[in-house]
């Protein structure tokens, strides 16, 4: 399993930005996949994930309304609409695959996640 994630940078607040992971490796739509972000000196968190089929997404609370997660299946690519970004979005931001089904209590959990990509940096300015 490969991920490969992109589209990190530097941007206003109030800005935009889409981030991209690509996948090799694997059946892409036998897997979920979530986005998780670490900012510095703090713990990784999740910030979404959709399912094998993209029929569920989920959404840490803080992006809700901002980000939008997508797949395309047929490019083996997981998207990340990123809206309205803030300072606080500032991190470094991963790709993950899970085998299991997420659900809401706990797709956020990263031990759940099996492969991850090297991240990609996401830097919004004030």
């Known amino acids: 399993v490969q991920l490969q994630a992109s589209g990190g940078g530097l941007v206003q607040a109030g800005g935009s930005l889409r981030l991209s992971c690509a996948a090799s490796?694997?059946?892409?739509?036998?897997?979920?996949i979530g986005w998780f972000r670490q900012a510095p000196g703090k713990e990784r968190e999740g910030v979404s994930c959709?399912?094998?089929?993209?029929?569920?997404?989920f959404y840490t609370n803080s992006v809700k309304g901002r980000f939008t997660i997508s797949r395309d299946n047929t490019k083996n690519t997981v998207y990340l609409q990123m809206n309205s970004l803030k300072p606080e979005d500032t991190a470094v931001y991963y790709c993950?695959?899970?085998?299991?089904?997420?659900?809401?209590?706990?797709?956020?959990?990263?031990?759940?996640?099996?492969?991850w990509g090297q991240g990609t940096l996401v830097t919004v300015s004030s």
């Open positions: 490796g694997f059946s892409f739509d036998s897997l979920a």
């Open positions: 959709i399912t094998r089929n993209g029929g569920r997404r």
């Open positions: 993950a695959t899970s085998n299991g089904t997420p659900i809401l209590s706990s797709w956020h959990w990263g031990y759940l996640y099996d492969s």
